[in-house]
């Protein structure tokens, strides 16, 4: 019986889309949400597959919850107050990395500006000479 009603509702969905294959399956598809038979008829053949892809995905899951909780290292020990030359170390970096005149990062432009060295005589000299050629070029 599931099979026929099946067979019937699809041809009827591909009467109403008159053969438009594409329209037939959102029809079918839409009818399925409210029709619970017509549901259990298309999923018959391939509950199995179903199940097994649910049960697989839940089980992946778990499993990769485990692994992170098992894999993750033992807290570091604090820092003893002995070592005072790795204090000094750090606080050091600190400072040199958060000074005033340091660029930081995303704000790079707030950084002072290098001075702009002048131009060398032989670069200036270079320019004008590019400078009377493209003009006697125009002139041709």
């Known amino acids: 019986m599931a099979q026929s009603y099946l067979q019937k509702c699809i041809l009827e969905a591909l009467a109403k889309a008159k053969g438009n294959e594409t329209k037939a399956r959102a029809l079918i598809a839409a009818q ?3 029709d619970h ?3 259990i008829a298309l999923s018959k053949p391939h509950l199995s597959g179903i199940v097994a892809h649910a049960v697989g995905r839940q089980s992946i899951q778990i ?3 485990k692994d992170r909780l098992e894999d ?3 807290l570091p020990k604090p820092p003893s107050s002995k070592g005072t030359k790795e204090n000094d170390f750090a606080l ?3 400072k040199a990395l958060g000074g005033n005149n340091v660029a930081k990062f995303g704000v790079e432009d707030a950084a002072p500006r290098v001075g702009k060295k002048p131009a060398s ?3 200036v000299n ?3 000479l590019m ?3 493209s003009k006697t070029n125009k002139k041709r």
């Open 37 to 39: 038979d017509l549901l």
């Open 126 to 128: 270079a320019l004008k």
């Open 131 to 133: 400078a009377a050629k």
């Open 32 to 34: 399925a949400l409210d």
């Open 121 to 123: 005589q032989q670069h």
């Open 92 to 94: 050091d970096l600190l």
């Open 72 to 74: 993750l290292p033992p």
């Open 63 to 65: 499993k990769a919850k």
